[in-house]
Structure formats: structure tokens, C-alpha cells
């Protein structure tokens, strides 16, 4: 059966007895209840409840010390130690447990609204000399913006060098500008551009700016047939029907003919949903290559091996859908391969497409640099008007395959996390879509020929921008699943 998502919010369920695990009947039990959803309470209820939800959900429920409780002020500091202290190498095992906002969260995960100013930043350096740059603009952004181009880097924010601005009070201004907690408040940003390296100034308004998580589609013409390209940044709910309505667009294309093959560019793409993950995955295959084919699998703690444990049902195996939320069948484009452009910020969901698709023999051709390494999911859990996340399970495709907890790399060969393809540095120069941009450029030069770009010497890669981090929600860098 598929699991729909009705709400944005998986609500804690009471009891009427003892027979479901003891977080249920301690959620909702708060300092601070919301009128008509919550039931007076006390902190120590809050904690009591993240401690049963942990002890029953949490992946590595094992590994987490027993801390007391009593030693957090808030509920939020107290869930923000309730997660394994394990390392492997010098990266922790767990660096994915975080807490988001209900209203906030519920907000953004429906209609795509979140607080902005109209771009994406990408964080390439975060210590001095830092180096934050624009990674995408939003489509149509308003004219406030114009003069604004990708690539564009931070200089200062309401008077602070950004480079080299050091001390408390520097880096409080700072973070305000770069993350602004209300609607229309105004930073003043010094920007340098990436080609012409002259710098102006912007007075900035926060608002709330609703995401396009697909936000281009078009063909282009190679020498023999034509090649479709699609930006999609975000796993919304939103880009159900944006990613449906690009694929009809590319089989429109060419009279009817279609696209030879399919360049997916989600270098940007954090994740989100992972029910719009196993679609996209369906439209690109089509239906003979994943008719009864495992998208992925999920799987839990020792303690829930066959039955799910937030909805109670047996565990399936997650498929390829091919119809919408809606009920309507989605369309399909049925290539055997694909192309994906890839960055540091490519995880979670983004990373199942790439691994669903390899669990059915679709080849996969990386060009760009390796993903962030994120095999694991969660079903949010909002309790007193905070939603947790807390590390559930962990995703593997049709051949048992999840290990890519260091992401998937291009390279030679095509197995494990390696997949065919080229390593190729982000190319702030050009236009994201534009087939002169460096990794767009590469693919389709791969499709002629499987060769890679010459690498830049050591000395000129070192002058290059480094690849970064897009700045986005927590969220939107994760697999989530909804009942």
C-alpha cells in the first residue's frame, strides 16, 4: 500500500492503553501546550517523551549515553545530545540529528515558502578568508535583485568584512544577514562579481519566497538527437507536478520523438521527500525496468525488523511509483541511462534516485564532485510545536546496496559508490542549464566520447572556488518519509 502524504506533520498519537510503545502516550504532553492540540504539561514531560521516542526509534538507540535529563534547560538541548557520540575517522557517525520549527517546517514542506531573499547561497569557505557565494537564483527574482548574478561573492553584510570579520559581535551581524529570522528585515550586502570582480551595494529584504524546485526544463540540440536537461533543487511536495510536466515537455520535444538521453542536475538537491524521489526515478527508467522493482528498501533498528514502527504497518519495500499523489499515472521517458550533475549539497534523497536507479541496472554516469554521504532517513515527529529529527532508518536498493555513508564518487569503474563519469570543479561562471557551464558542458561531451576533462593543475585549482555548501533549511538535506 502507498502511503500518502495528508499533512505535513506526522501528529503523536495517544493510546487509550499500554499496547503501543510509551512515547506515544507521553507525546503531547507540554510546558507550553497549543491550545486544542497539546495537554498541559511539564519539561521534564518533553524530555521524558524524546528519551522513549529515542529508546524505541532511533537507529543507534544503543549508543546513546544515558545523560539526566535534568542537566538540559530546554527540551531542544536535551534532544541534541540524545545521539550516538560513536566517530568514524574524524566525522561523527550521526551528523544528521536536528530540530526544526512545526509552523515553520509545515510551512515549507507544502507550498515550497521559506525565509529568503530570492537566492541560494553556497558556503565554499566558513573561516576566514571565508568565501559565501550565490549558488541560484530563484526564477523571476524581483528587481532588487537585478545585478545579481550566480556566482556572486559575499564581501561584507551591514558594514562587516565577510572575508576576515572576526570577534562575537562581527559574526552575530553576519549570521543575522545571511540568516534572517523574520519577514522584511534589511541588510545592506557588498557583492563581488564572479567575471567582472567589481563590487556594488545591496539593500536586502527578507520574505518569504516560495520555491520553484524545478525551476528549468529544455532540450538541447547535440549533433544526431536531442538532449534533456533538468534542474530540479528540492524534494518538495511542490515538484510532484513540475518534474511530471517536465517529462511531458521532453517527450513533446522534436515532434513527438523525444530525448536520446536525460542530464539531471541536482547539484543543489538536498533532499526532502522520498516518495518524489522513487517517482522522478520511475519517470526516467519508465515501466518495463522497474515494473515490480524495489525503489528502496527501508530498515530500522533490531527492535522493528518486519513491522514499521511510526505507522504500524509491515515493512514493504518502497517501488518505483508510477502514479501521482493524485491518483494519475505519471509519464515516462524510459531511458536506460542517465546523466547526473552532482556536488557536495547532492544528499539524502537525491542520493536514492542515484541508488534506486543503479538497483535496476540503469546506468548512472557522475559528472562533477562527490555527493555528501547520506544513506538515512526519518519520519519527523513534531511534539509541543517543535519537529525532531532523529536518525530512523537506512535505505538500500533492489540488490541490498546502502553503503555510500562518503557519498558516490565519479570515477572508473561502476561499482560500490563509484559510478562512471568525471570529476569536474562547479563552474560559477556561466549560468546553471547553460551548455558552456563546466559540468553541463562535460556531459554532453561524455555522451560523444567517454573521456573527462583535463584536471587544471594543482596551482590553478587552488585559485578556483572550492566546492561548498548550499545554505538551505536542515530539512531539505534529508530523506523524509511521511504516513
Known amino acids: 500500500m502507498r502511503w500518502i502524504p495528508i499533512a505535513a506533520v506526522i501528529l503523536v498519537l495517544t493510546s487509550c492503553g499500554s499496547d503501543g510503545p510509551p512515547w506515544r502516550d507521553l507525546g503531547g504532553i507540554c510546558a507550553t501546550p497549543r491550545a486544542g492540540i497539546d495537554r498541559q504539561g511539564t519539561l521534564d514531560d518533553e524530555k521524558k517523551f524524546l528519551r522513549a521516542w529515542t529508546d524505541d526509534l532511533y537507529l543507534w538507540y544503543s549508543e546513546v549515553p544515558a545523560y539526566d535529563p535534568a542537566g538540559f534547560p530546554t527540551a531542544i538541548a536535551y534532544f541534541d545530545v540524545l545521539m550516538t557520540p560513536v566517530t568514524i ?8 540529528h536536528f530540530t526544526y520549527d512545526t509552523a515553520a517546517w509545515e510551512r515549507f514542506s507544502k507550498s515550497g515558502q521559506d525565509l529568503g531573499y530570492g537566492f541560494t547561497w553556497e558556503a565554499l569557505h566558513t573561516s576566514p578568508p571565508r568565501e559565501y557565494r550565490v549558488a541560484y537564483l530563484e526564477p523571476n527574482p524581483p528587481a532588487t535583485l537585478n545585478g545579481i548574478r550566480r556566482g556572486a561573492r559575499i564581501m561584507s553584510i551591514d558594514g562587516v568584512d565577510m572575508v576576515n570579520g572576526t570577534g562575537q559581535a562581527s559574526l552575530d551581524t553576519l549570521n543575522a544577514g545571511l540568516f534572517p529570522k523574520t519577514v522584511g528585515e534589511k541588510h545592506i550586502f557588498v557583492l563581488e562579481d564572479f567575471a567582472t570582480k ?3 551595494s545591496f539593500e536586502l529584504t527578507s520574505k518569504d519566497v516560495i520555491t520553484n524546485p524545478v525551476p ?11 538532449v534533456g536537461y533538468i534542474q530540479f533543487t528540492d524534494h518538495l511536495a511542490t515538484a510532484e507536478k513540475g518534474l511530471a510536466d517536465a517529462v511531458n515537455t521532453l517527450n513533446a520535444a522534436n515532434g513527438g520523438a523525444g530525448v536520446k538521453d536525460l542530464i539531471l542536475d541536482i547539484r543543489y538537491n538536498g533532499g ?3 516518495y518524489i524521489a522513487s517517482e522522478l526515478a520511475y519517470m526516467i527508467a519508465g515501466p518495463t525496468r522497474t515494473s515490480g522493482q524495489v525503489f528502496e528498501r527501508l530498515q530500522f533498528n533490531d527492535k522493528h525488523p518486519s513491522i514499521d514502527p511510526v505507522t504500524g504497518q509491515r515493512l514493504t519495500p518502497t517501488p518505483f511509483y508510477n502514479t501521482a499523489t493524485t491518483g494519475l499515472a505519471l509519464p515516462s521517458l524510459g531511458l536506460g541511462r542517465v546523466f547526473v550533475l552532482t556536488g557536495g549539497s547532492t544528499c539524502s534523497a537525491s542520493e536514492s534516485i542515484i541508488n534506486g536507479l543503479k538497483g535496476v541496472n540503469v546506468q548512472v554516469i557522475q559528472i562533477g564532485e562527490t555527493t555528501c554521504g547520506k544513506p538515512y532517513g526519518f519520519y519527523p515527529q513534531d511534539n509541543c510545536g517543535t519537529t525532531y529529527f532523529s536518525i530512523q532508518f537506512k535505505g538500500t536498493n533492489a540488490q541490498g546496496f ?3 555513508s562518503n557519498g558516490f564518487s565519479p570515477g572508473t569503474a561502476a561499482g560500490g559508490s563509484t559510478l562512471l563519469g568525471c570529476q569536474v570543479a562547479d563552474d560559477f561562471g556561466h549560468e546553471l542549464g547553460d551548455s558552456a557551464e563546466g559540468r553541463l558542458a562535460a556531459a554532453l561531451a561524455y555522451r560523444d566520447s ?32 511521511l504516513p
Open 89 to 96: 575517522g574524524t566525522q561523527p557517525k550521526d551528523r544528521f
Open 198 to 200: 567589481a563590487s556594488q
Open 216 to 226: 528549468d526544463v529544455h532540450t538541447i540540440q547535440a549533433v544526431a538527437d536531442s
Open 272 to 274: 526532502g521527500y522520498l
Open 402 to 404: 546502502g553503503d555510500y
Open 450 to 481: 567517454p573521456t573527462c576533462p583535463a584536471q587544471p593543475t594543482r596551482a590553478l585549482r587552488a585559485a578556483l572556488p572550492q566546492e561548498g555548501i548550499v545554505l538551505k533549511s536542515p530539512w531539505r538535506q534529508n530523506r523524509i518519509v
